[in-house]
């Protein structure tokens, strides 16, 4: 059973950065595909960002490209997102997603097997 924590949220100023963490557990990190999506209150779940599996490029959403890194850590079984210059637009719940299989549409929350139960970010101006 796979099994992901996310960490590192919080309330920050317009401009500032944040670092989340999601601990996996219960697979082999690396063959899986790794997401970060968001979700503001009323709003559907929105893609962030995705690795399809370690050596590939992520791909991100238009909304965070230049601002916001993914990034894998296999040793440790943990995923990252470094969010840089963060705008009040970017204030929601942040979820961690896992897919274990191979897929044509990491963008789609619907593709994914697994995840962490959300940190908030909440960006003031």
């Known amino acids: 059973q796979v099994q992901l924590v996310e960490s590192g949220g919080g309330s920050v100023q317009a401009g500032g950065s944040l670092r989340l963490s999601c601990a996996a557990s219960?697979?082999?990190?690396?063959?899986?595909?790794m997401g970060w999506f968001r979700q503001a209150p009323g709003k559907e779940r929105e893609f962030v960002t995705a690795s399809p599996r370690r050596g590939v490029n992520p791909y991100y959403a238009d909304s965070v490209k230049g601002r916001f890194i993914i990034s894998r850590d296999s040793t440790e079984n943990t995923v990252y997102l470094q969010m840089n210059s963060l705008k009040p637009e970017d204030t929601a719940v942040y979820y961690c997603a896992v897919r274990v299989g191979s897929s044509f549409r990491l963008s789609a929350p619907s593709v994914y097997d697994y995840w962490g139960q959300g940190t908030q970010v909440t960006v003031s101006s």
């Open positions: 219960g697979g082999t990190f690396s063959t899986y595909a």
